[in-house]
């Protein structure tokens, strides 16, 4: 008898299911330690914008491609975009002809950045590492850590990446400005948006 209650209480548990690519239609929120949230969502084919709710008036909105290459980035304050804020890179090719990230994979870029009142070069160096799992909340899901250093005559940034392959979102995990201690980045939540 204790046996089968056990049973009825295990198939009575709720399974949490991830959300998946296909979720990114209508949304998937990312919930960062802090009550900082991030909104991913796709508006074109291959294109994924991100709103990101940092407490307060900030914000930002960037959008990248397939969920990891930036294609612009800016600032939102009150809601409202801060147009000296916008930042776009430009890969010298057809965003279907960067990869989606793997394990494994390893590439350099050339790229221009330009913004509200220059344009530079810069070299942005990719690694990938080996498929893992990851658990946000109540999600485990498939991931690759990814490392991508920015290279520029301002110096050199290193971001670490998470990638949720099954989502096709990349989630920034830590953030450097040349020699200084990385600022790192908890996620405990996700979920898809109805």
């Not at 296909?22 to 990312?30: E, N, Q």
């Not at 991913?40 to 990101?52: A, C, D, K, L, M």
């Not at 990230?101 to 950045?113: D, I, M, N």
Request: proline share 5%.
């Amino acid at each position: 008898m204790r046996a089968l209650v056990f049973i009825l209480a295990l198939a009575a548990t709720p399974v949490i299911a991830c959300p998946t690519a296909d979720d990114l239609a209508t949304g998937i929120r990312v919930t960062e330690s802090g009550d900082i949230t991030h909104l991913f969502r796709t508006t074109s084919p291959g294109i994924v914008e991100v709103i990101s709710d940092f407490g307060g008036a900030d914000g930002g909105l960037n959008h990248l491609f397939h969920g990891t290459y930036i294609l612009r980035i800016s600032s939102l304050y009150d809601g409202l975009l801060d147009f000296d804020s916008v930042m776009l890179t430009d890969y010298h090719r057809d965003g279907t002809a960067l990869p989606l990230p793997s394990p494994g994979l390893e590439q350099t870029f050339k790229t221009t950045v330009r913004s509200f009142d220059e344009s530079y070069s810069e070299t942005q160096a990719q690694s990938w590492g080996a498929l893992e799992e990851i658990t946000i909340g109540d999600c485990t899901t498939p991931l690759i850590k990814g490392t991508i250093i920015y290279g520029s005559e301002y110096g050199t940034v290193t971001e670490t990446i998470a990638y949720l392959p099954d989502m096709e979102i990349g989630l920034l995990t830590s953030y450097a400005d040349g020699d200084q201690e990385p600022d790192t980045y908890k996620f405990i939540g996700i979920e898809a948006v109805e």
